[in-house]
């Protein structure tokens, strides 16, 4: 199967439905039509000689237009390159050279990067806006052509491209539909980027025969005013997103009755935001796990996550089990279960972009290294606790940060916290807390040490206890320990 394929289907099913709806446009398109524009997309991208295969890279935020340059490029043998339009100009040029991008399309507001990174760029409309000749078919493409080039880790050095074909985004999409549980007509609002693959989420609603509200940037402050403005039933927002809008609308249960899911991924859910957010949307939260090089692999519904929380787990790090396609196991778990998690299926990335080595160490006889420790519970449900390389080495002993910090949270003064290990010539690594107070009550370092040494082994207690106002997090709520490093002004 491939991308093109399933859009042409859609327009059969319901050619007159509404897929796409644009709330600062106003502009709005069925599946005729959105079907109709991808063959247009396909037909200027020729014109301009952009061949079958090349890759077209996407500088934008998300709109119509950039749906119908993503998908029209995918649907026409075309490679999307989705850019972060929050890296530097250095970044982005990186990213670029290393696609051999034949053409960057860029919307207004990144206009004046877009002509200064050295490539062939137009403007959005410049292949959006044209008609297609309908006399001429768009073939269905080889379910093994190269589909996407998504980067990751785009602040941290080399750009590193995770390949996904088409048979791979079709098992994604596939996963997506049947975890999700969409009805036709279902409305689905978007206020987050596109990029590296959220537009690959959205376009299995359009698929389910669901229509997509892009409602701009996300605001806490008129997000539930838009799920009932739009009669919402799926919504999707990261961790931090959530934090911003407890923070404005405060935790009593909204009245949405056409809701159904507000999806989470990316960061685990943890404390007060998952308990925040369960009160607010009346126990309507689903978990999903995965990340580009395997997106949607596991999906913890609303209902499981409410049957786990009434039976009196908090539900953080659970998400889920295998959708439908997906595998998982855990390897060389230790006498708690506890290991990294391997993920297998159709689903799966076919590597890194120009990278073998790389490649051949993640995917491992058909099975990828997530990089996640995790254990799968007596109820078969996976529970992600954190990351293999965070892991700390101290005095010979292994101290798994989440424990830590988890330990700390319980202190009533402290908001947030991240827990990493420093060099140290004696110990190999020292235990060393960033800690966000709440302003309720003034504590020292020595007072949190003590907190922790009343429940927590002697190797586990940090040795230093830093004091920030805010942890520096991504969008997609991980903290970003090189800037973390920096603001606390001390070497890794």
């Given at each position: 199967?491939?991308?093109?394929?399933?859009?042409?289907?859609?327009?059969?099913?319901?050619p007159?439905?509404?897929?796409l709806?644009e709330?600062?446009?106003?502009?709005?398109?069925?599946?005729?039509?959105?079907?109709?524009?991808?063959?247009?997309?396909?037909?200027?991208?020729?014109?301009?000689?952009?061949?079958?295969g090349?890759?077209v890279?996407?500088l934008?935020?998300?709109?119509?237009?950039?749906?119908?340059?993503?998908?029209?490029?995918m649907?026409?043998?075309?490679?999307?390159?989705?850019?972060?339009?929050?890296?530097?100009?250095?970044?982005?040029?990186?990213?670029?050279?290393?696609?051999g991008?034949?053409?960057?399309?860029f919307?207004?507001?990144?206009?004046?990067?877009?002509?200064?990174?050295?490539?062939?760029?137009?403007?959005?409309?410049?292949?959006?806006?044209?008609?297609?000749?309908?006399?001429?078919?768009?073939?269905?493409?080889?379910?093994?052509?190269?589909?996407?080039?998504?980067?990751?880790?785009?602040?941290?050095g080399?750009?590193?491209?995770v390949?996904?074909?088409?048979?791979?985004?079709?098992?994604?999409?596939q996963?997506?539909?049947?975890?999700?549980?969409?009805a036709?007509?279902?409305?689905?609002?978007?206020?987050?980027?596109?990029?590296?693959?959220?537009?690959?989420?959205?376009?299995?609603?359009?698929?389910?025969?669901?229509?997509?509200?892009?409602?701009?940037?996300?605001?806490?402050?008129?997000?539930?005013?838009?799920?009932?403005?739009?009669r919402?039933?799926?919504s999707?927002?990261?961790?931090?997103q959530?934090?911003?809008?407890?923070?404005?609308?405060?935790?009593?249960?909204?009245?949405?009755?056409?809701?159904?899911?507000?999806?989470?991924?990316?960061?685990?859910?943890?404390?007060?935001?998952?308990?925040?957010?369960?009160?607010?949307?009346?126990?309507?939260?689903?978990?999903?796990?995965?990340?580009?090089?395997?997106?949607?692999?596991?999906?913890?519904?609303?209902?499981?996550?409410?049957?786990?929380?009434?039976?009196?787990?908090?539900g953080?790090?659970?998400?889920?089990?295998?959708?439908?396609s997906?595998?998982?196991?855990?390897?060389?778990?230790?006498?708690?279960?506890?290991?990294?998690?391997?993920?297998?299926?159709?689903?799966?990335?076919?590597?890194?972009?120009?990278?073998?080595?790389?490649?051949?160490?993640?995917?491992?006889?058909?099975?990828?290294?997530?990089?996640?420790?995790?254990?799968?519970?007596?109820?078969?449900?996976?529970?992600?606790?954190?990351?293999?390389?965070?892991?700390?080495?101290?005095?010979?002993?292994?101290?798994?940060?989440?424990?830590?910090?988890?330990?700390?949270?319980?202190?009533?003064?402290?908001?947030?916290?991240?827990?990493?290990?420093?060099?140290?010539?004696?110990?190999?690594?020292?235990?060393?807390?960033?800690?966000?107070?709440?302003?309720?009550?003034?504590?020292?370092?020595?007072?949190?040490?003590?907190?922790?040494?009343a429940?927590?082994s002697?190797?586990?207690?940090?040795?230093?206890?830093?004091?920030?106002?805010?942890?520096?997090?991504?969008?997609?709520?991980?903290?970003?320990?090189?800037?973390?490093?920096?603001?606390?002004?001390?070497?890794?």
């Open positions: 199967m491939d991308i093109s394929t399933l859009l042409s289907q859609a327009a059969c099913k319901w007159e439905r509404i897929a709806h709330a600062a446009s106003q502009t709005t398109l069925t599946f005729a039509q959105l079907d109709r524009a991808l063959s247009g997309v396909g037909q200027a991208l020729d014109h301009l000689q952009v061949l079958p090349a890759r890279a996407l934008a935020d998300a709109s119509v237009d950039y749906l119908l340059a993503d998908y029209g490029c649907a026409t043998g075309r490679v999307r390159v989705p850019l972060d339009p929050a890296l530097s100009a250095d970044e982005l040029v990186a990213q670029l050279q290393d696609a991008a034949a053409l960057l399309l919307s207004e507001a990144y206009a004046d990067v877009a002509q200064g990174l050295g490539v062939r760029a137009l403007a959005l409309q410049a292949v959006t806006q044209g008609v297609a000749d309908d006399n001429v078919a768009r073939p269905a493409q080889s379910p093994q052509a190269l589909a996407s080039l998504n980067y990751t880790g785009g602040t941290t080399t750009p590193k491209a390949m996904h074909r088409h048979a791979s985004l079709c098992a994604v999409l996963n997506i539909v049947m975890g999700r549980g969409a036709v007509g279902d409305v689905l609002l978007n206020v987050r980027p596109l990029w590296p693959i959220a537009a690959v989420a959205v376009l299995a609603h359009v698929l389910s025969g669901g229509q997509v509200v892009l409602g701009g940037r996300f605001d806490g402050k008129t997000f539930i005013a838009q799920l009932t403005e739009y919402v039933a799926f999707s927002l990261v961790p931090t959530l934090l911003r809008l407890l923070r404005e609308t405060g935790s009593a249960p909204a009245d949405l009755p056409l809701f159904k899911s507000l999806d989470v991924g990316a960061a685990a859910l943890t404390g007060e935001v998952l308990e925040g957010s369960c009160s607010l949307f009346a126990e309507r939260i689903g978990v999903l796990y995965g990340m580009t090089e395997a997106p949607w692999s596991c999906y913890l519904s609303p209902a499981q996550m409410a049957a786990v929380r009434a039976g009196g787990g908090s953080e790090g659970v998400v889920g089990r295998p959708l439908f997906a595998a998982i196991r855990i390897h060389q778990p230790d006498a708690n279960g506890l290991g990294e998690i391997l993920l297998g299926g159709p689903q799966l990335m076919s590597g890194y972009w120009q990278l073998d080595a790389l490649s051949a160490k993640t995917l491992d006889n058909g099975w990828l290294r997530s990089g996640d420790l995790g254990r799968i519970d007596s109820d078969g449900l996976l529970r992600v606790l954190g990351r293999c390389k965070d892991i700390i080495r101290s005095g010979g002993k292994s101290v798994q940060p989440g424990e830590v910090e988890q330990h700390l949270m319980s202190h009533p003064g402290v908001q947030d916290v991240h827990v990493f290990g420093l060099a140290d010539l004696e110990w190999g690594e020292q235990v060393c807390a960033a800690v966000v107070l709440d302003g309720s009550q003034p504590l020292s370092a020595q007072q949190l040490m003590d907190h922790c040494r429940g927590l002697r190797y586990k207690v940090p040795r230093r206890v830093y004091f920030i106002d805010e942890l520096p997090r991504s969008h997609y709520g991980k903290v970003q320990k090189n800037r973390l490093l920096a603001a606390l002004g001390v070497q890794p």
